[in-house]
């Protein structure tokens, strides 16, 4: 998403206003920009909150919070049973109990639990290559959606123009509602989206003299590479993703990663995974312009709603902020839980588990396709994913030449009446326009229920022609 910030207010100096990035030179010297000073003015830390860490100072006695105490609370240990992620038919009995335990009933620091936070960070390294002393830090969230509508909250005013690249993620026009949406009028093809980036420049250039951008990735896309993307599946090739880290250099404008991508681990194609903008940024002649949103929903359980952040510090500590004044932090049970499960595998453990996940749904995807191809041949085109849990289709209705066929009907009527239930494209678009596309799940559905559901799919489309040629 690229976001122009276009106050209604008096612009004070542009230098102000463009946000100071991290020179490699010297990674603790970041100043946050006066947009971003306006907005934590309006969202300030909680007095309570911004003590708390004091209260770890050897020898303090602290009458600060108004903790409850552990004396009355009634549980004495939590234990669970995980799979092995080297052998799936051995169990590990984990337990929670103790000083573990004190801590999960407490209330917890607003960026999260201390060892969670380091063995996230020591993630970071071991995934993105990025170590703790490079100007970022990470925060936790009660899942990714959290922390994005913190980021927007932190990083966007009202009277803001916002620039959507389409099709993208539907949650994140919700995430912005107090902001108008402009389509950037990117060419769809097949789902793959074609963005160059004069467009981009030309943007840039029609807003230089205003603000600076936060764009959100995903949508810059290569016929031959396609990643996961939600709802396309696709993502940007290694070539594309330097020409964005360039033009935020030229432009001076963030980089939300992740927004519309929580399938970085469910990667199932043959190539080689690209690296991040995270990891790439390294390449930079300076870093602070990638906040990446990172999560464990589709790795480790949904339910448990457990996301992260990882950026520039001032501006994790801006999305903290929103948190003191929220929902005041992640549920502490909830991250030592997590915790006591990633401490006992390990890094290496962890990516076996993603890699067997991986495993896991690049075999539903194969059996999705298969019942495709015997189904919905000529009806519908795609192309095959190689991330994620989604395909997304383009009915093949027949209409009139030049027209805009659209997919809403043909799911949520023709579809609906013979029993089998899928997502129009319309919703991945702002103000949800007419589209020909649909976005389905192989995540859940057993082969049989596949098989049916396709074949219903069939017919309404069938159906839906017999419509088109009347």
């Given at each position: ?128 290559g990025r170590k703790k002393n490079e100007g970022w830090r990470v925060s936790i969230g009660t899942g990714s959606q959290d922390l994005i509508f913190k980021a927007v909250t932190a990083l966007v005013n009202p009277g803001d123009s916002v620039l959507l690249e389409t099709p993208t993620y539907a949650p994140a026009f919700p995430v ?157 049970l909830t991250q030592i839980i997590i915790y006591k499960l990633l401490n006992s595998w390990g890094y290496d453990g962890f990516k076996i588990h993603t890699e067997n996940v991986s495993v896991f749904y690049r075999e539903k995807r194969d059996i999705f396709e298969r019942a495709m191809r015997t189904h919905l041949s000529g009806l ?91």
């Amino acid at each position: 998403m690229l976001v122009t910030v276009s106050s209604r207010r008096p612009s004070p100096p542009v230098q102000n206003l463009l946000l100071h990035p991290l020179s490699k030179s010297s990674l603790q010297t970041f100043t946050p920009p006066f947009s971003l000073m306006l907005r934590i003015i309006v969202c300030p830390a909680s007095v309570v909150r911004g003590l708390l860490p004091l209260e770890d100072t050897p020898g303090i006695i602290s009458l600060l919070s108004g903790k409850p105490n552990p004396d009355t609370f009634p549980f004495t240990s939590f234990t669970f049973t995980a799979r092995s992620p080297i052998n799936s038919k051995e169990d590990t009995i984990l337990t929670i109990e103790g000083k573990e335990l004190a801590q999960g009933l407490q209330y917890g620091p607003t960026a999260g639990e201390k060892q969670l936070i380091s063995w996230i960070e020591g993630l970071q390294e071991f995934s993105h290559g990025r170590k703790k002393n490079e100007g970022w830090r990470v925060s936790i969230g009660t899942g990714s959606q959290d922390l994005i509508f913190k980021a927007v909250t932190a990083l966007v005013n009202p009277g803001d123009s916002v620039l959507l690249e389409t099709p993208t993620y539907a949650p994140a026009f919700p995430v912005v509602p107090h902001l108008p949406l402009l389509n950037m009028g990117c060419k769809v093809v097949m789902g793959l989206i074609y963005l160059r980036a004069a467009i981009y420049r030309k943007l840039a250039s029609r807003q230089a003299k205003a603000q600076g951008f936060v764009y959100s990735p995903c949508k810059d896309v290569d016929i031959r590479q396609k990643y996961g993307c939600n709802p396309t599946g696709m993502t940007a090739t290694l070539e594309r993703r330097k020409e964005v880290l360039l033009l935020a250099r030229e432009h001076n404008f963030i980089i939300l990663e992740g927004m519309y991508d929580p399938y970085y681990y469910l990667y199932y194609g043959t190539a080689p995974r690209y690296p991040s903008y995270f990891a790439l940024e390294l390449e930079e002649p300076e870093v602070g312009r990638v906040l990446r949103f990172d999560s464990l929903s589709k790795i480790l359980s949904a339910g448990i709603r457990l996301g992260f952040v990882s950026g520039p510090a001032p501006l994790v500590q801006a999305i903290d902020q929103c948190t003191s004044t929220s929902n005041l932090q992640t549920p502490s049970l909830t991250q030592i839980i997590i915790y006591k499960l990633l401490n006992s595998w390990g890094y290496d453990g962890f990516k076996i588990h993603t890699e067997n996940v991986s495993v896991f749904y690049r075999e539903k995807r194969d059996i999705f396709e298969r019942a495709m191809r015997t189904h919905l041949s000529g009806l519908v085109e795609w192309s095959p994913p190689v991330a994620g849990m989604f395909i997304w289709f383009k009915l093949l209705l027949n209409g009139e030449p030049g027209e805009e066929e659209d997919s809403y009907d043909v799911i949520l009527s023709k579809g609906l009446e013979r029993g089998v239930l899928a997502l129009p494209g319309a919703g991945f678009f702002p103000n949800s326009r007419k589209t020909a596309y649909v976005r389905v799940s192989f995540s859940a559905a057993p082969e049989p229920e596949v098989d049916e559901a396709l074949k219903r799919l069939r017919e309404a489309i069938i159906a839906a022609r017999a419509t088109n040629k009347k």
